[in-house]
């Protein structure tokens, strides 16, 4: 706990040592008397918050994760231990470095008292939350007395995911350039792992195996289900107002989360090369923990999508974002569509690429739904 005169019990104690001073040079018994009542106003104000103040708190904060505009709560569980007096406490709350005040009622002697307070929720990323400070003002505000109460709580905030159609259906990239439209039967080896007990032996890799040493097991993906990659433009030029990159992650985000539900693979990249991630078994856990903390950058890095995952390749940038780049690299997909967080625009094909226009990520979605899926 750490005690200090405020500045008003600062002020205090420096007009009183001033006054007994001069009541004492000049020889005036009013001014000195005076000096000497701050003076000791001063100090019985710093005495009385010598004990710490008789309460017990207890903090918490939920939930941990909580999507961007969430609703994320603190609560302040104080109980006084006081027997007679009525006692007052301020408390405040540390969010990503700013206080936050908490208003605490005057606690009766022995009641408890249980208070709610909003967690700003306005920024993605990992919000560092404390630790929560407990002030206790002296008679007349002329000391404070401040004890830290839990420690440092982590909440992550992930991009709101938005309701939107699935996918369009299975279109691959052909061996000889051509799009092949798949439409059931048959599977693709997209990557190979260890064997596990309990692997089905049938998808055993005898060539490889056999080079490895190693029991070696066929990852294989149905041709038939869209494959996406979503690219996200990352580039800080992009997004004159960090709203629109804020649009941009949550559309990133909701397509993702549509392929996972419907069962489909998906994968993001960001165009300068820092986010690579992909949908796993668990579902969206990966990609939504890469997005909660992606950034813009300053570099000019245009990443590229593997050529086995041209397929559904949906490129998102800014209004004032490089396009000609992102058309490049979603028109060598299967199906291609940019998504542009800028004024509302018809939709319109550049090549074989669907471009949509919109200010928000609902209305890019919206349009999604109409124009891209089926």
């Given at each position: 706990m750490r005690r200090r005169p405020t500045r008003r019990g600062a002020t205090a104690l420096a007009l009183g040592v001033l006054l007994v001073a001069a009541g004492l040079w000049w020889r005036y018994p009013g001014p000195a008397a005076l000096g000497v009542a701050l003076v000791l106003l001063a100090a019985a104000g710093l005495a009385a918050v010598l004990v710490a103040a008789p309460v017990?708190?207890?903090?918490?904060v939920r939930p941990l994760t909580v999507a961007r505009l969430g609703r994320c709560t603190g609560t302040l569980v104080?109980?006084?231990?006081?027997k007679r007096l009525r006692v007052a406490v301020e408390a405040t709350e540390r969010v990503a470095g700013e206080p936050l005040p908490v208003r605490v009622p005057l606690l009766e002697p022995g009641s408890a008292t249980s208070v709610e307070y909003p967690i700003p929720t306005e920024r993605r990323g990992v919000l560092e939350i404390g630790?929560?400070?407990l002030l206790r003002l002296g008679p007349a505000g002329l000391a404070v007395a401040r004890t830290e109460v839990g420690g440092v709580v982590e909440v992550r905030v992930v991009p709101r995911v938005l309701p939107v159609r699935g996918l369009p259906s299975g279109v691959r990239r052909g061996v000889v350039g051509a799009d092949e439209r798949v439409e059931r039967g048959g599977t693709d080896?997209?990557?190979?792992?260890?064997?596990?007990p309990g692997d089905d032996l049938r998808r055993l890799?005898?060539?490889t195996s056999a080079r490895t040493g190693t029991l070696m097991v066929?990852?294989?993906a149905d041709p038939a289900r869209p494959h996406l990659v979503v690219l996200l433009d990352d580039a800080a030029a992009a997004y004159p107002d960090p709203v629109a990159f804020e649009h941009a992650v949550e559309c990133a985000a909701s397509l993702l989360t549509a392929a996972a539900r419907d069962g489909n693979p998906g994968r993001l990249l960001t165009t300068s090369g820092g986010v690579d991630a992909a949908l796993d078994d668990a579902g969206t856990?990966?990609?939504l923990a890469a997005l909660a903390e992606v950034g813009?950058?300053?570099g000019p890095e245009q990443a590229r999508v593997p050529l086995r995952d041209l397929d559904v390749v949906v490129a998102v940038t800014g209004p004032a974002g490089a396009e000609d780049p992102l058309l490049l690299e979603a028109g060598r997909a299967a199906v291609g569509v940019l998504l542009v967080v800028d004024e509302p625009a018809p939709a319109a094909a550049a090549g074989s690429v669907l471009v949509l226009r919109g200010p928000t990520a609902e209305a890019l979605l919206h349009a999604w739904d109409v124009a891209v899926a089926r």
């Open positions: 017990r708190p207890d903090r918490a104080i109980t006084s231990v006081s630790p929560l400070t080896l997209v990557g190979l792992r260890e064997y596990v890799h005898w060539a066929r990852e294989d856990g990966p990609v813009t950058t300053a």
